[in-house]
């Protein structure tokens, strides 16, 4: 397992949970494929070679895993482990052990069963009567994994660099270690980052990691905290505002776009000020003037073809607005007055907001929400694409407006490296290095292995 705080100088291996205890998995199937060649080691039983094509079911049976091969023999032990017997495998599309049925989208309601391949060893054990399924591997096979998922088939070299660099980062500086309980380094899922091994692994994919090997940006000696999001709307934000911490000083706001750049609106230290730079479409580099958002889909997984992320609107009747606060904040309210900014940061992200509004007693009450993430958790239905955003309303009868609109900017929490910011910096010819450099400004990139 990775070690907090400590700055590798071999290239480290990783433990990726693929099945956790909360799935509830009591059975795993897996087939070996043609190659490469792979052993079978057991705490109780002898090394087995494996031959291609096996199909292996593990099942938990009494508190240990019994294992059926090609529906025949079945053996015994409390773990298994399924490993390369040539540590020198080539990683390229659907190599590795093929994993049956693996939970990808946990706990959200896009959550789904797929089948992956991955990469390196496989260790299966049992806690609290479930099956636990990790994937220990070289880091670098990983990050290739995971810029996999991020990514469309068409992105510009440097931009595909610049993602990996900051994933290999991430993972280095450790900060999290949300599964360090159970012995692994990040899970397959969004709640770390995606993996889904080489399932989807692209020939860019792999450049990208080959061309940047070890290299990691560093601050004060230390692995940068390389935090990212989808899109800033044209400014990032810092560090404080929205993680509520000390300063960062790479982690910054900076303007997404080239030094030169003016914008009458800045600095956005007004709500005048901030309306201005919402209701126009500054040439920032992740504005729709240098990516075309009908485009992204070539460049970015995980984006939708008729989304709007840089300037985006959405309306709100009375009605609406009323129930929808009344279940997320359960206010009791029977019509919403006023939705009022206090406090935003540098990039137009709201950190404080007040909503007035009449209680079903009659009387005028007021609920104040802090924390970017609770914002945007609190105005939509599932989560608003950022909190940098403005309200109009359309008047009603009295006092009680009739719809509420949010006019809003960007994606995402706004902290670090703007990923369509990078994709545009990269159409513009700039190289990896000026692009991590752009986000995390001050930090210095260097090999480590
Ligand atoms: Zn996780
Ligand atoms: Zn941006």
């Known amino acids: 397992m990775l070690k907090p705080n400590i700055i590798p100088d071999k290239e480290p291996v990783l433990y990726v949970g693929i099945v956790l205890p909360e799935d509830r998995f009591t059975n795993i199937d897996i087939e070996v494929p043609d190659s490469p060649l792979y052993k079978l080691i057991s705490g109780e039983s002898e090394e087995k070679r494996l031959q291609k094509g096996d199909r292996l079911e593990f099942v938990i049976n009494h508190g240990a895993i019994s294992l059926v091969i090609n529906e025949q023999q079945s053996i015994e032990s409390a773990t298994w482990r399924i490993e390369p017997v040539d540590s020198k495998y080539i990683v390229a599309n659907k190599t590795g052990l093929k994993v049956k049925g693996v939970i990808t989208g946990r ?25 636990v399924v990790a994937n220990e591997l070289p880091i670098e096979q990983y990050l290739m994994c995971v810029t996999t998922s991020e990514m ?108 030169q750049f003016q914008h009458e609106a800045l600095p956005l230290d007004s709500e005048d000020s901030v309306r201005k730079w ?74 404080k907001v007040q909503v007035d509004y009449r209680h079903i007693d009659g009387q005028q009450e007021s609920v104040i929400m802090e924390d970017q993430y609770v914002i945007r958790q609190t105005f939509h239905e599932l989560f608003l ?8 309303i359309e008047k009603g009868i009295e006092d009680i407006p009739e719809a509420f609109i949010l006019k ?38 260097k090999k480590i292995y």
């Not at 910011?421 to 001050?442: C, N, Q, R």
């Open 385 to 392: 694409y950022s909190s940098a955003f403005v309200i109009d």
């Open 107 to 131: 706990g959200f309601h896009w959550v789904k069963n797929i089948d992956v391949y991955l990469p390196g060893a496989i260790e299966i054990s049992v806690i609290d009567s479930n099956l």
């Open 152 to 259: 469309g088939a068409e992105c510009p070299p440097a931009f595909v660099e610049s993602q990996t660099i900051i994933a290999r980062s991430w993972m280095l500086a450790n900060i999290e270690m949300k599964h360090a309980n159970i012995g692994l380094d990040v899970c397959n899922d969004d709640c770390c980052q995606r993996y889904q091994g080489t399932t989807f692994l692209s020939d860019e994919a792999i450049r990208g990691a080959l061309n940047t090997y070890g290299k990691v940006l560093l601050c004060d000696d230390k692995i940068c905290d390389t935090r990212y999001f989808k899109s800033c709307g044209g400014i990032t934000e810092s560090f404080e505002n929205v993680f509520g911490d000390e300063p960062i000083s790479y982690l910054k706001s900076v303007v997404d776009a080239p030094g």
């Open 408 to 445: 809003g900017a960007g994606w995402g929490h706004g902290v670090g490296y703007c990923q369509i910011g990078a994709l545009g910096m990269s159409l513009k010819g700039f190289t990896a290095e000026d692009i991590v450099y752009h986000y995390y400004p001050g930090s210095k990139l």
């Open 278 to 351: 919402i209701e126009d479409t500054p040439e920032s580099y992740c504005s729709t003037h240098v990516v075309p958002e009908s485009e992204l889909i070539k460049y970015l997984g995980n984006v939708d073809v008729e989304g709007e992320y840089f300037r985006w609107n959405f309306r709100y009747t009375q009605k609406e607005i009323t129930a929808l606060l009344n279940l997320k904040m359960d206010i009791d309210a029977a019509a919403i007055l006023a939705i009022r900014p206090v406090k935003r940061g540098y990039s137009g992200r709201l950190i």
